[in-house]
């Protein structure tokens, strides 16, 4: 293992968790700056670690970033699984999913431009990977609730890939426009009420317009 130079980062980097601790700064960066770029130097500071570590742990801060993607989407996955396999109705999990997508943007509101990032930067064979492992299971997860609402008569007719657009678009956008509260609102961030008003909102709107 690479070792910190400090006697401090060194016990941080034996107790197994420093590459957890390197991913939770790297998120905490990401969401307390509106970016998605992040210095290894800042890393380092907010992680209380060498920042060799990075290159120990990931190769680069590509893999950094990869690592951080995969550990939210496979959250996000799971989260989506777990509610497909529950015994309700369709119209049910599908309100209880828009407003998992929204806290989710309001937690990570990075996530779509990293990924975004990602799949622009990444060579052919690796974007994708990227889609294989985790938009295309998202889609077929719209796929089978959409159909299963449409199946029972309960949803009207509804392209479940452009349902999922306008899910993940509008979760996005409210929560990745910082600088647009600051400037017009004379807002620094998005309190949790606002949050909460959100999903009303939006639930309210979107059920609407695909429940028959």
């Not at 989407?73 to 396999?85: G, K, N, P, T």
């Not at 009303?200 to 317009?209: A, K, L, N, T």
Request: a negative charge; glycine letters at 4%.
């Amino acid at each position: 293992m690479i070792k910190s130079t400090q006697a401090g980062n060194d016990d941080k980097a034996d107790n197994g968790n420093a590459r957890d601790q390197l991913l939770s700064a790297t998120r905490e960066i990401m969401r307390d700056g509106d970016t998605i770029d992040i210095s290894l130097s800042e890393l380092s500071l907010r992680a209380g670690l060498n920042s060799a570590l990075v290159k120990y742990y990931f190769g680069n801060k590509q893999g950094l970033m990869l690592a951080l993607l995969d550990s939210d989407m496979r959250r996000i996955l799971a989260s989506v699984d777990a509610l497909l396999a529950k015994d309700m109705a369709p119209d049910v999990k599908l309100r209880k999913h828009i407003r998992a997508a929204i806290q989710t943007y309001y937690d990570c509101p990075y996530l779509n431009r990293l990924l975004m990032r990602l799949v622009r930067d990444a060579a052919p064979q690796d974007a994708a990977k990227i889609a294989d492992d985790y938009l295309r299971p998202l889609s077929q997860a719209y796929d089978k609730l959409i159909d299963e609402g449409v199946s029972q008569g309960i949803f009207r007719k509804t392209d479940p890939q452009l349902f999922y657009f306008m899910v993940t678009g509008t979760a996005d956008r409210f929560f990745s426009a910082r600088l647009v509260l600051r400037h017009c609102f004379d807002q620094e961030t998005v309190t949790p009420e606002m949050r909460d008003s959100y999903a009303d909102q939006v639930e309210d709107i979107m059920m609407r317009g695909i429940l028959v």
